[in-house]
């Protein structure tokens, strides 16, 4: 996730596909496991938080900016309504490994208690805020045990402190499988009903061999989204085996494709693509856009070039960088795309 302006026929189904100059991953099958944590919202929207439970069938997932790079500055309270999932970013690596600490920018002008205040305003009307570790710029290393340790008692730290739902794991300088397991099985041990979302790159979801992959899958008995970031990205390959450019319907339809034919449970896939033009450096598409690959994938309409062979009805929903950039362009996303997302059969 960027921190400044510029920052996808059974029968023809090909299940090893030759890896691409642009450093895309075969795509292997993998037999699924476990039930996606995917409930029904809490019957009483304004009662008290039940974590993951009160995740909606059908989710939008915003980052908000804990800084200030020349989009429009909020506080928690200001992020637009059609939000379900509030990503905070981001909460970054101390001294210590595998240890996250979140602070505040000074810049901001926000004070702790009114951004807790907030947080917990949010909850009140339904909506989780989570906690963002890693970004564009975030040297979070969890490779051993002790990391893992750390960075599972430093987040449900976090969690207590703030009132924060969970933790959405945004890490773009590589992970590991084993240890980052460990880690969120921790969290989720100590916080049964934590919310977890991740926000992968495009290479990072090519293959289920490929470390990212494989923790979603480790983890699928209480993930709760994976809103891949469809954005910053080279062309990649789709579950057809055939090559999509970035910024195209096929590109987000033929890559969850990947993801779901992989082993995720629909409800865990959600589609990242940038608020605005200005949001990220390479793969903006328009908002309806976004709402025609849902449809594909939900009901099979409104499909490009890629026709998935099935329909997922549960597809989770869509994800934006972010509530601020979002803002700057008139809530032009979040007022197409949310809508959209909670209207999904």
């Known amino acids: 996730m960027v921190s ?8 023809l189904r090909v299940r090893a596909l030759v890896a691409l100059t642009t450093g895309a991953l075969v795509a292997t099958g993998l037999l699924a496991f476990g039930t996606a944590n995917a409930k029904e919202p809490a019957p009483d929207a304004l009662g008290p938080r039940v974590g993951a439970s009160a995740v909606p069938k059908h989710a ?3 980052y908000w900016q804990n800084f200030d790079n020349g989009a429009t500055v909020q506080t928690i309270a200001e992020v637009q309504d059609d939000y379900d999932i509030i990503a905070v970013a981001f909460a970054d690596a101390t001294g210590v490994p595998g240890q996250v600490d979140f602070t505040l920018d000074p810049a901001l002008g926000y004070s702790e208690d009114a951004f807790k205040e907030d947080v917990a305003a949010k909850q009140r009307a339904g909506k989780s805020v989570i906690a963002s570790v890693g970004g564009e710029k975030g040297q979070t290393r969890v490779n051993d045990s002790t990391s893992a340790r750390n960075f599972a008692d430093s987040v449900v730290r976090l969690m207590d402190e703030y009132g924060f739902d969970g933790v959405d794991i945004d890490l773009e300088n590589g992970l590991n499988s084993t240890y980052m397991t460990q880690a969120l099985r921790a969290v989720h041990d100590a916080k049964p009903d934590v ?8 290479i990072d979801m090519q293959s289920p061999r490929n470390e990212y992959f ?6 699928k008995d209480f993930l ?6 469809y954005y910053n990205s080279g062309s990649m390959l789709g579950c057809d085996g055939q090559v999509y450019s970035s910024g195209s319907v096929d590109f987000l339809t033929a890559l969850a ?16 693509t940038p608020a605005s033009p200005r949001a990220a450096g390479s793969g903006y598409v328009d908002p309806g856009v976004v ?8 009901k099979g309409e409104k499909c490009g070039r890629f026709q998935p062979d099935e329909q997922w009805p549960g597809i989770r929903g869509a994800m934006t960088w972010s509530t601020a950039w979002d803002a700057s362009n008139g809530n032009r996303w979040s007022s197409t795309v949310g809508p959209h997302v909670h209207g999904l059969p």
Request: charged letters at 15%; hydrophobic letters at 40%.
């Open 4 to 11: 400044a302006p510029h920052r996808k026929h059974r029968g």
């Open 60 to 62: 939008v997932t915003g």
């Open 195 to 202: 919310v977890v979302t991740m926000a992968p790159q495009t």
């Open 214 to 219: 494989k923790t979603a899958l480790n983890i």
């Open 224 to 229: 709760t989204v994976v809103n891949m970031q």
């Open 257 to 272: 494709c990947i993801q779901i034919e992989n082993g995720l449970d629909p409800s865990q896939v959600g589609l990242g």
């Open 291 to 298: 709402n025609n690959a849902l449809d594909c994938l939900a």
